[in-house]
């Protein structure tokens, strides 16, 4: 069975920074992109940032660009989401995504593997 974990959530003061992580199981995702995602209360999930199976190319939305950083480790399994500069905007669950189709990330395409989330609050 095919998991994706996620951890490192918690709360933090505007300003402050955050580590995500996400191993997965069940599966090697070192052919396929992977990638963050997020759902702030009463909105709908958006794409944060992703990652191709190489790592040679990441892409992050534009509210994020400059304070996030997407890597990962294929010997691992895991992908990570480095957030800096995090503001109260960015309060959200975060999402662990992987595709089991595609090596490279592209907007509209579907995600395969979803993880249960983990909760970001930042205080102002």
């Known amino acids: 069975q095919v998991q994706l974990v996620e951890s490192g959530g918690g709360l933090v003061q505007a300003g402050g920074s955050l580590r995500l992580s996400c191993a997965a199981s069940g599966r090697t995702f070192s052919s396929y992109a992977m990638g963050w995602f997020r759902q702030a209360p009463g909105k709908e999930r958006e794409f944060v940032a992703a990652i191709s199976w190489s790592g040679g190319s990441t892409y992050y939305a534009d509210s994020v660009k400059g304070r996030f950083t997407i890597s990962r480790e294929n010997a691992k399994n895991t992908v990570y989401l480095q957030m800096n500069s995090l503001k109260p905007e960015d309060t959200a669950v975060y999402y662990c995504?992987?595709?089991?189709?595609?090596?490279?990330?592209?907007?509209?395409?579907?995600?395969?593997?979803w993880g249960q989330g983990t909760q970001v609050t930042v205080s102002s």
């Open positions: 995504a992987a595709s089991a189709s595609d090596s490279y990330y592209s907007p509209g395409r579907a995600m395969h593997y």
